[in-house]
């Protein structure tokens, strides 16, 4: 398949973007998302690119299903298999709060019913020895009794499992041969570490999500074969990475955060191609295409990248008390964006979302029954969007109807039209910049000195007003910012994890069980590349110890440069010890005996980086002339298409650029400079 | 509530932003000691705070951690730093305390203090308070609930150097590992402390290089004067007047008899005063609260319904004055023992502030009482499994009261902290015990329109040899109080079953104790198994005006029984299994030939109306 | 109507008391005299004076509260 389109699609609640790069052709669609069944959207993209199913190479899919099921609680009804005596482990969590002052916090309810929460007799010590076997026929009786109330789903989490598997494993045989079908998942195949209720929410979530990300996947799998496509389909995850269908099915909890990390892939790609601010970057996933249908629609994301990567987390809660213990990039999401719907309190407050009119019916100019006044509407009012131009997905504007609803916003404030539609912008951007703080200020770091790259169709409309209130001076909009998850599809490897628990003091540990132990996980590990078609050659493998003082309880994980134990390794280790210990914690003691606490191996296949063409237009550039509304008055902007733009234009604002997927705003203060690769680089002039 | 006050000439988006970025160095702090620490107090129980403080001393910004710290992170480091007087600090400096008569909450909590210099100049001081889980005394664990004076709970240490300029104090490091039970936990752990001042020290240091002392200072200033702003506003805001309550703490370890703490809150303008004069003098047992427990819990409970975003600095305490006088339960006098202030009396003082007093003012931010009791079960021994000896302060999740919008939660930890539980395996891992049972207790929760929230069962055998074990708790006489209508909520039970026997007996009737609650080192064996049941929450409101609906949703996941459903609720189920269990026999309903459970609306309407009006 | 310094010599680790609110004494202490009675106060900060009157001031406008 030498030559064949390299195609990135990200599946929002509202709208569906794809990317697709051969060679020196791209080409880019946003098509409305299909919730009822998402992949209907996918295909709709592709049939929307122009492109040939059957000429497509590849296909890396960021999608919301995972975290569309737990939002509305439409996951599958789980079975949960505990050890006997702690079926109340997924919901007596760890007793604290998220904010130590909020009293009027609710937990989440369990996703396990507990009726369905079944115990087993069996038990391990705390070093996985068996101290009381595992009682089959309760979990025959316990299988049956889920299956006759309709449960195909299993999680099973016993205690000290991660030390020792062995009972889950045989319970999941026993389930499985009870009711043939069932999709089973153990806590010690995803989890290999204490404690129990961490392991047993990731497992519990892992399970609730499998059949409904499992169909969907099958569903899109099949459907794209039938149409003829014979390249590899690849799903993002949370943690940036790639996973190929079948793991993605058996790991669909790492699917949690699967678009927006797209989103911010995309950015770590903007940040390293044009190396914005010494590779630090804040990325305002602004996107008017993300968002989760049952809250309505539309959301943004925001991730901080700094020096070139975005931040990691090694555990994501969709709330306090849920967690999923994979690693996810760092991630706040906001209801604020194009579909924002305006409102007034009781006390005759003006609001701007959380709720949003989504994609249907959208907002009032997009004439499919929506009347209230959204986002999208005031910016078309205050004349950045421009009604003749024909948006990606064949929608078309109507400024009357725009008019209309921001009229009625307007008349319940006592204010002008115009004054409104600035109004709704003003607290749109007031929204997102709060949130913006929550990523950087909350964290030590000053806004003023990011870069902001905005996504989504919204984005760049919103941007250098938002960037006012925050104090940020550089803006770089990427080539096509409306599909920029998509794009982000494109810029990332498969990768997988796994880990075994082995504690003993380094000073006495043996080499060649350490050896074992390495190579053993190697081997697991190729089998898993090997499984999601990774070529020998393209896999690599990544080994790491995790170390501590003999009697600390928590672990530093360090990269080794070999899966080889040599010789020297009780020294090597320890010295790699102390060296990030005083790194992380400006403190050590040689004379504390170093324990191991597991042992890890990453794998990865490496792929390139696509390379997005753009040369820029040559022909002379038109523009028109028409009046937007700013606070300080209306100004003429000068209104062109962004494809006719050169490498190296400049121009100032107030300007409003077109796009397909897009609009930019450059208001009266700024400027903006075409790259050579395309993204506009704005900057506030003094 | 107004919002955030006025503050003319201020850049308060730079001041913000410093305070942010202070915060976020109390969180550095607190990783890097909950990711070094030896003791899963520490690293799971997250008992610990970190403070950042300015060059005299007073407090600027803490880690969002334990509330209940709150007291000692505004006072002790002050204290300290006063007492010895900051022109006799000394680079490299480390300064330890953990005296209850200078701003300490009780003695395991050990406060480290480091001042920060530039160019010879002192700037700023960091600052961290932990429990350490034994520190010597009468029982292991260092909570001896049967103490009647301060010696007996351990080492106590009035502000000491454990660094000068940089180099180990090693006579007083070997006096204080010395009167240790495990000192090599209380190495690791003050180790963990000292790290975590390191990259504070480091980390304000980089604040200093860029704003200068002085320039830093002011702007810290800047940031007190705005807490104090944001408190005035939100006192304003209530009615002025003197509101009024009283609870107690059932007894002190020592004698069967209550201690009445008697508050009055004194809204005056945008000032308010919380007087304690009225309460009982100090008791012989453990249970009195040093001055800055009161004032500790004085403060949570007014922040738990005002001020939400307030920076918590020693800005807020400026509107605010505690009358606690010395010699009362509420400041107790040298050398009164005092371990079980900050747990059980904290907790007492704050819901008295928040459920019955503001609840006069705010009913829609108040709650019902929860278990309010830490529960502390301490132990030690030697492990078989390496012949060291160990020592653990346990501690339970446990009810909440219901509020006005909802139910109390189920198994949090007592209010006035925020720590997280020991999990099971990390408990085996670490102690010779094995875990029967960790559970939600059924049927127990106080019945009210919303209900409290369910508390927690634990039963554990001993697997070792010999274990020594203690306990602190309250709530056994007397139970969580209900608000507005709502029942009170279910007792603490502490029980023992000897190796090899079924039949559990209170510790009280097997030991024949003076108090069910509080006793020290009860030698327990090889398969004796004890049995902790947390308190559950009060209820909120009249039970029968609880939706029909919900209480049958209890029933189905056997939080509520049939009978009580019918008793407390008023509510008459229908189908379903007769036991309304939902255990994995099939009898939870839906399953079998009975049909769902489901509300029968008229026998419930007409059961509410007897009830109500009590004619059948 | 002064401040004070707390003499105490190094060896001695006993505490003292504000007479107004409890709160501790440091290094230093503020000292008034009661108008009734002639008692002297020695409390933890000038404020604790004010505190004082105002507390007398309430106790006289609503007795027993």
């Known amino acids: 398949m030498q030559g064949g389109w390299q195609v990135g699609i990200d599946t929002g609640g509202t709208f569906t973007d794809l990317v697709a790069v051969r060679g020196e052709e791209q080409r880019i669609a946003k098509v409305p998302s299909t919730p009822a069944a998402f992949d209907q959207g996918v295909l709709d993209s592709i049939t929307a690119a122009g492109i040939e199913v059957s000429e497509i190479e590849m296909i890396a899919h960021g999608t919301t299903v995972a975290t569309n099921a737990v939002i509305t609680q439409r996951g599958a009804p789980t079975a949960l298999l505990t050890t006997r005596g702690f079926r109340d482990v997924l919901e007596l969590r760890r007793h604290n709060r998220g904010d130590p002052y909020d009293i009027q916090w609710d937990p989440p309810p369990p996703l396990v019913a507990r009726r369905n929460r079944f115990e087993i007799t069996e038990r391990l010590d705390y070093a996985g020895d068996v101290v009381t076997p595992l009682d089959a026929e309760q979990v025959r009786t316990a299988a049956r009794l889920a299956a006759r109330r309709g449960i195909r789903t299993f999680a099973i989490a016993f205690l000290h499992s991660y030390v020792n598997p062995v009972h889950e494993a045989q319970a999941a045989e026993i389930v499985a041969a009870e009711v043939p079908g069932a999709f089973i998942s153990t806590s010690g195949e995803l989890l290999r570490e204490p404690p129990e209720f961490e392991r047993t929410s990731t497992t519990v979530l892992n399970a609730y999500l499998a059949p409904v990300v499992s169909d969907y996947l099958t569903a899109l799998e099949s459907r794209l074969r039938g149409a003829g496509f014979a390249g590899r389909l690849y799903v993002m995850h949370s943690g940036g990475g790639l996973l190929t269908v079948k793991s993605a099915s058996r790991f669909p909890a790492r699917l949690l955060t699967s678009g927006p990390a797209a989103g911010a892939k995309a950015a770590e790609g903007v940040a390293a191609s044009t190396g914005v601010a010494g590779g630090v970057v804040a990325a305002g996933v602004l996107a008017s295409a993300e968002g989760l249908v049952d809250i309505g629609g539309t959301s943004a994301d925001i991730a901080v990248v700094q020096g070139g990567r975005a931040d990691i987390v090694h555990e994501f809660s969709p709330r306090f008390g849920q967690p999923a213990r994979f690693p996810a990039i760092d991630l706040v999401t906001i209801g604020a964006g194009g579909g924002s719907i305006a409102w007034v309190d009781a006390g005759h407050l003006p609001h701007v979302g959380p709720q949003s009119a989504g994609a249907d019916p959208g907002p009032a100019a997009y004439l499919a029954g929506g009347t209230d006044a959204t986002v999208t509407d005031a910016n078309l009012v205050a004349g950045r969007l421009v009604a003749d131009v024909d948006l990606a997905g064949g929608i078309t504007l109507d400024t009357a109807a725009a008019r209309r609803a921001v009229g009625t916003f307007a008349e319940e404030l006592g204010l002008s039209v115009e004054d409104a539609a600035l109004g709704v912008i003003d607290i749109c951007n007031n929204n997102m910049a709060r949130s913006i703080r929550v990523v950087t200020v909350e964290r030590g770091l000053d806004p003023r000195n990011f870069t902001l790259v905005p996504f989504g169709g919204a984005g760049p409309l919103m941007a250098a007003e938002l960037a006012d209130v925050l104090g940020i001076r550089r803006i770089v909009v990427p080539l096509a910012p409306g599909v920029t998850s998509g794009l982000g599809c494109l810029y990332v490897d498969i990768t997988h994890d796994i880990s075994e628990a082995l504690i003993c003091e380094l000073a006495d540990a043996d080499r060649a069980r350490l050896q074992e132990v390495f190579d053993r996980l190697a081997a697991a590990m190729r089998q898993r590349l090997s499984d999601d078609g990774v070529a020998a050659e393209r896999q690599r493998l990544e080994y790491s110890i995790d170390l501590r003082y003999l009697g600390q309880v928590r672990a530093l994980t360090l990269e080794l440069e070999t899966g080889a134990v040599s010789e020297r390794f009780t020294e090597e280790y320890r010295e790699l010890f102390f060296g990030e210990y005083e790194r992380q914690f400006h403190s050590v003691a040689v004379d504390i005996p170093v324990e191991i606490a597991a042992l890890r191996v990453r794998g990865v296949r490496r792929s390139e980086r696509p390379h997005i063409p753009f040369s820029g237009s040559t022909s002379p550039l038109h523009t028109i002339e028409r009046p937007v509304l700013t606070r300080g008055g209306e100004v003429t902007a000068r209104v062109a298409e962004r494809s006719r733009l050169h490498i190296g234009s400049r121009l100032a604002g107030p300007l409003v650029l077109t796009q397909e997927d897009s609009t930019t705003w450059v208001p009266p203060h700024w400027e903006v400079e075409v790259d050579k690769l395309g993204n506009l680089q704005m900057a506030r002039s003094e | ?616 | ?65």
């Open chain 3, 1 to 65: 109507m002064a401040w004070h310094e707390l003499d105490k010599s190094w060896h001695d680790t006993t505490v003292d008391y504000c007479d107004v609110c409890g709160n501790l004494l440091i290094a230093r202490y503020w000292s008034f005299v009661e108008p009734v009675g002639g008692e002297t106060r020695r409390c933890c900060d000038e404020s604790c004076e004010r505190l004082f009157h105002r507390l007398r001031r309430i106790e006289e406008s609503a007795p027993g509260s």
């Open chain 2, 1 to 616: 509530m107004t919002g955030t006050p006025p503050l003319a000439d201020v850049d308060r988006v730079g001041l913000t932003l410093l305070y942010k970025r202070v915060r976020n160095i109390c969180d550095e702090m607190a990783f890097a000691m909950m990711r070094t620490a030896y003791s899963p107090i520490f690293s799971e129980g997250l008992d610990f705070s970190t403070l950042v403080l300015d060059r005299r001393g007073r407090l600027i910004a803490t880690a969002g951690i334990n509330p209940a710290m709150l007291g000692a992170s505004l006072y002790a480091a002050t204290w300290i730093i006063r007492e010895v007087g900051p022109e006799n600090f000394a680079e490299g400096d480390v300064f330890v305390h953990n005296d209850p008569y200078r701003g300490g909450s009780h003695l395991p909590e050990h406060m480290m203090v480091t001042p920060v210099y530039r160019d010879g100049e002192l700037a700023a001081f960091v600052g961290n308070i932990a429990h350490l889980a034994e520190i010597g005394g009468m029982a292991p664990g260092s909570f001896a609930a049967t103490a009647t004076d301060i010696f007996q709970e351990g080492l106590r240490i009035p502000p000491t150097k454990l660094f000068d300029r940089g180099e180990p104090v090693r006579d007083v490091w070997r006096i204080m590992l010395a009167n240790h039970r495990t000192p090599n936990n209380s190495w690791g752990d003050l180790h963990a402390m000292l790290g975590s001042l390191r990259v504070g020290e480091r980390r304000v240091g980089d604040l200093i290089a860029e704003r200068g002392i002085d320039g830093l200072n002011e702007s810290f200033e800047q940031i007190l004067d705005y807490a104090e702003a944001y408190m005035r506003s939100e006192i304003l805001s209530l009615p002025d007047g003197i509101y009024t309550g009283e609870d107690c703490m059932e007894d002190d370890g020592i004698s069967d008899r209550p201690y009445w703490i008697r508050s009055r809150i004194i809204v005056e303008g945008d000032e308010l005063i919380f007087d304690y004069s009225r309460s009982d003098e100090q008791a012989v047992g453990p249970i009195n609260a040093p001055y800055v427990v009161t004032l500790s819990a004085s403060l949570n409970g007014l922040l738990y319904v005002l001020a939400r975003d307030v920076p918590v600095n020693a800005g807020i305490v400026r509107p605010i004055k505690v009358v606690a006088p010395a010699g009362t339960i509420t400041c107790v006098r040298l050398p009164g023992p005092c371990v079980g202030g900050q747990t059980e009396f904290q907790p007492r003082i704050m819901e008295l502030v928040l459920g019955q007093i503001l609840s006069q003012i705010l009913p829609e931010r108040a709650a019902a009482a929860s278990g309010n009791t830490s529960l502390n079960f301490l132990f030690g021994g030697v492990d078989p499994r390496n012949g060291e000896y160990y020592a653990h302060y346990h501690f339970e999740g446990m009810g909440w009261g219901g509020r006005a919008t909802s139910d109390g939660n189920s198994a949090q930890i007592v209010p006035h902290a925020n720590c997280r539980n020991t999990p099971v395996e990390i408990f085996e891992t670490k102690w010779p015990w094995v875990h029967e049972e960790y559970c939600l207790n059924d049927n127990t929760a106080g019945a009210g329109r919303h209900r409290g929230g369910l508390g927690v069962r634990r039963v554990l055998e001993v697997a070792g040899d010999v274990i020594t074990v203690s306990a602190l708790s309250e709530r056994m006489k007397r139970s969580p109080w209900g608000l507005f209508g709502g029942r009170e909520g279910s007792r603490t039970r502490l029980e023992v079953a000897a190796a090899g026997g079924e039949e559990y007996e209170t510790f009280q009737d097997a030991f024949g104790l003076v108090s069910p609650s509080k006793f020290t080192n009860i030698r327990l064996r090889r398969g004796d198994r004890v049995r902790i049941t947390s308190p559950s929450g009060g209820g909120y409101g009249d039970p029968l005006e609880r939706d029909p609906a919900r209480v049958l949703n209890d029933v189905e996941l056997g939080f509520v029984s049939r009978g009580s459903a019918e008793s407390v609720y008023g509510v008459v189920i229908a189908g379903g299994s007769a036991t309304g269990d939902s255990g994995q026999d099939g009898s939870g309903g839906g399953d079998g030939a009975a049909g769902d459970p489901a509300v029968d609306e008229a026998a419930t309407a007409e059961l509410r109306r007897v009830m109500r009006d009590g004619v059948a």
